[in-house]
């Protein structure tokens, strides 16, 4: 594996690779086997992995965790090295954002302005920021997302689409521990008490969507699915809503809709989505 760190090498090693397939797999370190599936699932189809690292400062609100997000560089090199990825990318804050840089992607449509845009101001437009940057520079065939960012999977999707950026934009389903907690690098901030606690969130939205199919009572199931999550230790509930797939709109029909959740444990804000 190749480990590049600025954007001239970048460049120089993608212009000697002619009609090669390349498939992306950005992320922000602290990986954990939910990233190694993507790679994985990139591996199937693709001979060339590029993978990045970039904890995207833009994407971070004033309050959250930027300064405290984990970045163990060399643990997660030698994971990419051992899942064999081919190139690792991680550049620099301020090559990527030099001080003259003064160009953001913003969504206009309204997605980003649901569920954890509603509660994280200018988020998706910092990701799709870094997103169309990292596409614009590695110039693969196609890259890989989780589904459980899936408000940022479909957001991806629509600035992919609208600016003609790269051919392919895949979704790999959650990997999740044995517990079913939805793997995540935040994971690594709850303590032992809060790690016995967060996979209540999954279990919520399994036992709604137990209900659901036989009841059809959602307003009265989600409410008592927020009081669920709260009794079981967590601090609060951002949202707890069934939106379908396609366009993030509230819903009330079981076809292509999936339950979305995001909860606080502690200083921890934890996600997940289940298809419904
Ligand atoms: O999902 C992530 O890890 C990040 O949002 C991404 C897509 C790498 C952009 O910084």
Redesign the pocket.
Known sequence: MVIIKNIQQLKQWRAAQVQSDIAFV???GALHAGHLSLIDAAKRNHQIIVASI?V?PL?FGANEDLSRYPRPFERDAELLREAGVTVLFSPQISELYPATFATQVRITNGLDKVLCGSHRAGHFDG?CT??ALLFVLVRPDAAF??EK?FQ?LAIIKRMNEDLHLIPQIIGVPTMREADGLAMSSRNQYLSEAERQIAPKLYQTLCAIKGQYQSLNELSGLLEWGKANIVKSGFNSVDYLELRSEADLQLTEIPQKARLFVAARLGNTRLIDNIAI
């Open positions: 950005p992320t922000m970039f995207n994407q990701v870094v997103v997302f989780g960012d940022q």
